[in-house]
T-cell receptor, first 116, second 111 residues
Framework: DAGVIQSPRHEVTEMGQEVTLRCKPISGHNSLFWYRQTMMRGLELLIYFNNNVPIDDSGMPEDRFSAKMPNASFSTLKIQPSEPRDSAVYFC??????????????FGDGTRLSIL | QKEVEQNSGPLSVPEGAIASLNCTYSDRGSQSFFWYRQYSGKSPELIMSIYSNGDKEDGRFTAQLNKASQYVSLLIRDSQPSDSATYLCAVNNSPGNQFYFGTGTSLTVIP
């Protein structure tokens, strides 16, 4: 079974450039989560969607960050303009939300972002 | 107060020993509890889920949940060097399907 698919795996770009990270959740999962992980701050939730609708974006650090989920099989996280402090590993995760229970999240391999 | 708290470690145990990892959470309404293992440079990988009070065993791993004390733990028996990783505790609050992760405990198993 295909897991959560993220692209690109690595991204190196210069400060000020626009960065777009992509995620395809596991088929049938209707919750999608974007995380950022750094050594200093650990795993931080940026935003999550239920049924393609953003539920909580309180973790989005600034207006430079935006996320969309136009359909059940695709989401993007965009940073514009990018800054060196945005350098981190960005993970996408998905989970199902069946009636009467909660299911774990499954993570993609992450995008390692470096802003020079 | 953080939603989920873990000792960051590092925790070192000799090969063959029992490693004990602990986690506390603040929301009494939490319903689902998970342990993830994360190797350096890799993504978090689910290793255990637990939903009701008591123990749940899976191979060398045992998850323990005590909702009255708001405490969940992970025991790793017969620890192996390959168990060396960071272990993340996660708690799920229904109905919004919000997940909260701890900061992780770094475990080193010494051969």
């Amino acid at each position: 079974d295909a897991g959560v698919i993220q692209s690109p795996r690595h991204e190196v770009t210069e400060m000020g450039q626009e960065v777009t990270l992509r995620c395809k959740p596991i088929s049938g999962h209707n919750s999608l989560f974007w995380y950022r992980q750094t050594m200093m701050r650990g795993l931080e939730l940026l935003i999550y969607f239920n049924n393609n609708v953003p539920i909580d974006d309180s973790g989005m650090p600034e207006d430079r960050f935006s996320a969309k989920m136009p359909n059940a099989s695709f989401s993007t996280l965009k940073i514009q303009p990018s800054e060196p402090r945005d350098s981190a590993v960005y993970f996408c995760a998905s989970s199902s939300k069946p009636r009467g229970g909660n299911q774990p999240q499954h993570f993609g391999d992450g995008t390692r972002l470096s802003i020079l | 107060q953080k939603e989920v708290e873990q000792n960051s470690g590092p925790l070192s145990v000799p090969e063959g020993a029992i490693a004990s990892l602990n986690c506390t959470y603040s929301d009494r309404g939490s319903q689902s509890f998970f342990w993830y293992r994360q190797y350096s440079g890799k993504s978090p990988e689910l290793i255990m889920s637990i939903y009701s009070n008591g123990d749940k065993e899976d191979g060398r791993f045992t998850a323990q949940l005590n909702k009255a004390s708001q405490y969940v733990s992970l025991l790793i028996r017969d620890s192996q060097p390959s168990d060396s990783a960071t272990y993340l505790c996660a708690v799920n609050n229904s109905p919004g399907n919000q997940f909260y992760f701890g900061t992780g405990t770094s475990l080193t198993v010494i051969p």
